[in-house]
């Protein structure tokens, strides 16, 4: 299901915990299933939870909880903007309008050219450089005003 | 440790919560998460009490108690607490209670009474949940209606020991699901619908056949293992339409299994058989009870005055009740005969006359979460005794160690602390070396016969643990007692007891495996297996199917062929029986008579019918006693079952006297691992008795898909075939044609074929050699 390279990760993240506790490690697991096959088909969540020795559902509880996991193929750049409360009032919304305008899609959709998915992020705890996004769960990108969102399409583009 | 609640002292010991002080004082809590047997999860917040010196209400269910503590479960502050927590659970709550089948016995409704507002303040759209299709027996058509205090998946994953549902999403998208919409498979699976607050969870086969007020309550027991457990049995004009658990914590606790939940439906089957038949010109005719019991007792007068009593054999399931079976003894032996047994899943009857009293657990019930260590040998456990494997689960789960050798690799769902798989002709040998390293450990000298054996080092694991812990106990299963080589495995199951200071007992097949002992409805001539290799002229069967319940059924079924007298005493007129019977004689089931059950710990239980029987059906006993008196045999007249009962057991005991593990000369040689292709037999928890087999819901489990010839890959390679080709099974003169099923669990050179199925029931015996090719 996963490379050898990928479960040699997740091995090193198991060895962080007690012998008998290896589903500690399922945060980290899932992340690397879905860093190397793009999004976390229900197949990769039941072999996670087989190589931690734990039920699929409670793999599924986890995987499904946490909204930087994708339970649905995404495009090559996933963008997650802030909309909690704090972004919302500094103009989290906005953005996120300004990129459905500018991408032609809702929340949760994909460009049709599958370069570019579109998310709701829970707050990032970055609230004081609102409005903020992030790419692909690692890139923050912060004040995200119109001129920044269209650079930052720019480049991804 | 002191605490006050609403100004009542209660004392408390170290570790207590608010809410078990609370329930030692008689304060009521309201609560939904809260339940005594699972972990705290504390998320339902409907339990806030007001405590002094706390800022703010805290949860009774997870707060512990300390010395001093002062709690109000009922001041201003915690109602209000308590009412604006309902208000909140009732905001996304569907408030459909005129139709939904929780009503009138819904924890949420009775306290939306008590803590709700009649209206409520929230105007905006409620969220909708879809609902799931988790297989037959669990309906979860409305789920949203759960208030996610996730009671059903604490229970699976602490006491079914497999987490089947989870709580899916976050927030207000929260939902309890199944893993991409799986069935629920556990066998504990109905105890979620008890446990669920809410009408979330209901029962399938239940769904919308009466309200819980109309439903009259009677208390019964379980006809089917050998827990006993304790059952309210429902019913409405005078249908069963309901079983639940009756709570006893020595017996059951506050469980049951799905078995004993749904086996119901078989009792308003249409395959029930109302009246008496009697074959004439080859077929069988419904007649009146006079002249089917004419019938049968001048037919028995015959056959016994011309060919002598011997030439008669009486074999019950034993799953009847004490006083049937004693009967039934009683009548064989008045006729002359000693081939009388309720055993008919056996082969190994040498020990019989070496018993040093009634076999049984070696133990209470109770006992079983005060061990240390425990090895069961030859059990399919988790589905032949589900709520033992429950109470060995939780054992694991504190400090116990239990380990297990099978013949089978099926997980039990326990944290086993060692495990051996072996063919079944090699599971005397898997306790020999048990023994053996037992012995080594301890010193002594190496018992006659194990010199060859060599202890490898999970028996050595599991000898140590045995030897090491304080109190510790070996059980031996129904793979166990049904083994050609059953007399050795007791033998050897002593030594190691005798070596290591643990208890010795059986788990025990169904309901009255103890109480047939306790009835004496053992043979003093041909026992359940001989009767049927040297066949008899006549036969009366009780409660037993013998193509699906006999070691043999290939052997059974063509005795009773060439018999000439076969008399069924069964509430069913379906199945094999109207191919052999002469006379069908409808017996009540459970529900429908009054009768004892011994269960496994030497338990006595009596119960009373709780509906009439259904048409001319008559109780076991009342028939069995007609029987004697046409039969003219002295010792008939009784008029109650309590007066059969008086003679078995004296009344007002709690427990049969007179258990004995111990043999007074056993021994064991240790065979040879048998030629060829051995079979691996379970008995599938839904094929195991006559109500369960007739069960549709529990028919549609994936427990009760049809027998395949499950093999490891070697096996399969060596005959030549891959997962999913039919082949042909064969065994004596009989042969099936099965689906091949790749099972790494099974050990080497072995088939597994399950019996009590009629696809199977053609094959010859549950152990030894089996034949497997292409078909
Ligand atoms: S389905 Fe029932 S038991 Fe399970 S979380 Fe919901 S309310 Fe609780
Ligand atoms: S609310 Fe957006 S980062 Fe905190
Ligand atoms: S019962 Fe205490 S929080 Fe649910």
């Known amino acids: 299901m996963l490379t050898s390279e990928s479960l040699k990760r997740i091995d090193r993240e198991i060895a962080k915990y007690p012998a008998e506790q290896k589903q500690s490690a399922v945060m980290a697991a899932l992340a690397i299933a879905q860093e190397e096959q793009g999004w976390l088909s229900s197949a990769a969540i039941e072999f996670v939870a087989g190589y931690l020795g734990m039920a699929p559902i409670a793999a599924y509880e986890v995987a499904s909880f946490y909204n930087m996991y994708d339970l649905k193929p995404v495009g090559k750049y996933k963008v997650s903007v802030c909309t909690n409360l704090p972004c919302m009032l500094t103009g989290g919304v906005d953005a996120g309008e300004y990129l459905k305008t500018k991408l032609g899609i809702g929340y949760n959709e994909t460009t049709p050219d599958g370069l570019i998915t579109l998310k709701e992020g829970e707050c990032m705890g970055a609230c004081g450089d609102a409005p903020v996004m992030i790419v692909n769960n690692r890139r923050m990108c912060s004040w995200m005003n119109p001129e920044q969102i269209d650079k930052l399409l720019a480049e991804l583009k | ?775």
């Open chain 2, 1 to 775: 440790m002191e605490i006050e609640i609403d100004g009542k002292m209660a004392q408390v010991p170290d570790g207590s919560t608010i809410m078990d002080a609370a329930q030692q004082v008689g304060a009521y809590i309201p609560h939904f998460c809260y339940h005594k047997k699972l972990s705290i999860a504390a998320n339902c917040r409907m339990c806030l009490v007001q405590v002094e010196k706390a800022p703010k209400p805290l949860p009774a269910c997870a707060t512990p108690a300390t010395n001093g503590m002062r709690v109000f479960t009922h001041s201003e502050l915690a109602v209000k607490a308590q009412q604006g927590v309902m208000e909140f659970l009732l905001i996304n709550h569907p408030l459909d209670c005129p139709i939904c089948d929780q009503g009138g016995e819904c924890q949420l409704q009775d306290l939306a009474v008590g803590y709700g507002n009649s209206a409520s303040r929230f105007q905006e759209d409620k969220r909708v949940v879809f609902h799931k299709d988790v297989g037959p027996l669990i309906s979860m058509q409305e789920m949203a209606r759960c208030i996610h205090c996730t009671r059903c998946v604490r229970f699976g994953q602490e006491i079914a020991g497999v987490m089947e549902l989870g709580m899916a999403n976050r927030n207000m998208h929260a939902e309890i699901m199944t893993f991409v919409g799986r069935s629920i498979d556990s066998e504990l699976s109905g105890n979620m619908i008890d446990l669920c607050p809410v009408g979330a969870l209901t029962s399938k086969p239940f769904r919308y056949a009466a309200r819980s007020w109309e439903l009259g309550r009677r208390k019964s027991i379980s006809p089917h293992d050998s827990i006993g457990a304790n059952l309210t049995v429902q019913v409405k004009n005078g249908v069963v339409l309901r079983v639940l658990p009756r709570e006893n914590e020595e017996v059951n606790e506050c469980w049951i299994s799905d078995k004993e939940r749904f086996s119901y439906e078989a009792l308003n089957s249409p395959a029930r058989l109302t009246r008496p038949m009697v074959r004439v010109d080859g077929t069988l005719r419904e007649v009146d009870w006079n002249s089917a019991l004419d019938y049968v007792a001048h037919a028995l007068k015959d056959i016994v005055a011309t060919h002598g009593g011997e030439s008669f054999a009486a074999l019950s399931s034993p799953q009847a009740t004490l006083e049937e079976l004693y009967l039934l003894q009683k009548l064989t032996r008045g006729l002359g005969s000693g081939n009388v047994d309720f055993r008919p899943r056996r082969r190994d009857f040498s020990n019989d006359g070496q018993l040093g009293g009634i076999p049984w657990l070696g133990l209470r019930f109770s006992e079983i979460k005060d061990l240390d260590a425990a090895l069961v040998v030859g059990s399919f456990l988790r589905k032949d005794h589900p709520l033992f494997a429950q109470r060995l689960r939780q054992l694991a789960k504190n400090w116990g160690q239990v380990s297990m050798l099978s013949v089978g690799g099926d997980d039990p769902l326990i944290d086993l602390h060692a495990q051996v798989t072996v063919s079944p002709a090699d599971l005397p040998l898997a306790l020999a070396r048990v023994v053996k390293a037992a012995a080594q450990f301890q010193g002594e000298t190496i018992p006659a016969g194990l010199d060859s054996v060599e202890a490898d080092a999970t028996s050595q694991a599991i000898a140590r643990s045995l030897l090491e812990r304080n109190k510790r106990a070996i059980f031996l299963g129904n793979a166990a007692e049904q083994s050609p080589q059953a007399a050795q495995l007791h033998a050897l199951a002593l030594e190691l007891a005798r070596l290591t200071g643990a208890t010795c007992g059986f788990i025990g097949e169904a309901a009255n495996s103890v109480g047939g002992h306790v009835a004496k409805a053992l043979p003093t001539a041909l026992n359940a297996d001989e009767m049927f290799a040297q066949p008899r002229k006549a036969y009366i069967l009780l409660g037993v199917e013998p193509e699906l319940d006999c070691y043999n059924p290939q052997q059974a079924v063509a005795a009773l062929k060439e018999a000439a007298l076969v008399v069924m005493l069964t509430p069913f007129n379906d199945g094999a029986a109207r191919e052999y019977a002469d006379v069908l004689l409808p017996t009540t089931p459970f529900t429908e008579t009054s009768g004892t059950f011994v269960n496994a710990e030497g338990r006595v239980q009596s119960f009373n019918g709780v509906v009439r029987p259904l048409g001319d059906a008559r109780p076991g006993w009342k028939v069995l006693r007609v029987l004697g008196n046409l039969l003219a045999l002295p010792g008939f007249d009784y008029d109650s079952s309590e007066q059969v009962r008086a003679e078995i057991v004296p009344a007002g005991e709690g427990f049969v006297g007179g258990l004995s593990n111990d043999l007074e000369r056993g021994a064991w040689l240790l065979a040879d691992a048998g030629e060829g292709l051995q079979r691996v037999t379970d008995v599938p928890i839904y094929f195991s008795d006559p109500l369960a087999r007739r069960a549709p819901a529990l028919q549609k489990t994936r427990d009760a898909v049809a027998p395949t010839a499950r093999m490891n890959a070697d096996t399969l390679a060596a005959i030549g075939v891959t997962d999913g080709v039919p082949v042909r099974v064969r065994q004596g003169t009989g042969e099936a044609v099965l689906t091949a099923r790749f099972d790494e669990t099974v050990p080497a050179r072995c088939v597994r074929v399950a019996a009590g199925h009629p696809s199977t029931a053609a094959l010859g015996a549950m152990f030894g050699a089996i034949n497997v090719e292409r078909a």
